[in-house]
Nanobody, 118 residues
Framework: QVQLVESGGGLVQAGGSLRLSCAGS????????MGWFRQAPGKEREFVGA????????YYTDSVKGRFTISRDNAQNTVYLQMNSLKPEDTAVYSC???????????WGQGTQVTVSS
């Protein structure tokens, strides 16, 4: 059974930092590209960024470029989302996803809440 479990969310003041983790099990983690998505209340799910299978390449949506960094540790079956200079508009439920390519994600985590206060 495939499981992706996020952790590390919480409440932080604007300008602060959080690091989210996503631990995978039941899959050969290293053959999957990993993505991070977020969904704010009343809004559609939004792509945040993704990282290649090896970790050599990462891509981000414009609104988080320069503030968020995705990394992965295939030995630990874990992908990370380092979020710096957080803004209130970053408030959302953040979910990780695994896919064979960046164009489609097959497995999803349940998400972790990030709340940024002004």
């Amino acid at each position: 059974q495939v499981q992706l479990v996020e952790s590390g969310g919480g409440l932080v003041q604007a300008g602060g930092s959080l690091r989210l983790s996503c631990a995978g099990s039941g899959i050969t983690f290293s053959i999957y590209a990993m993505g991070w998505f977020r969904q704010a209340p009343g809004k559609e799910r939004e792509f945040v960024g993704a990282i290649s299978r090896s970790g050599a390449s990462a891509y981000y949506t414009d609104s988080v470029k320069g503030r968020f960094t995705i990394s992965r540790d295939n030995a630990q079956n874990t992908v990370y989302l380092q979020m710096n200079s957080l803004k209130p508009e970053d408030t959302a439920v953040y979910s990780c996803a695994a896919g064979r390519s960046f164009t489609g994600f097959d497995y999803w985590g349940q998400g972790t809440q990030v709340t940024v206060s002004s």
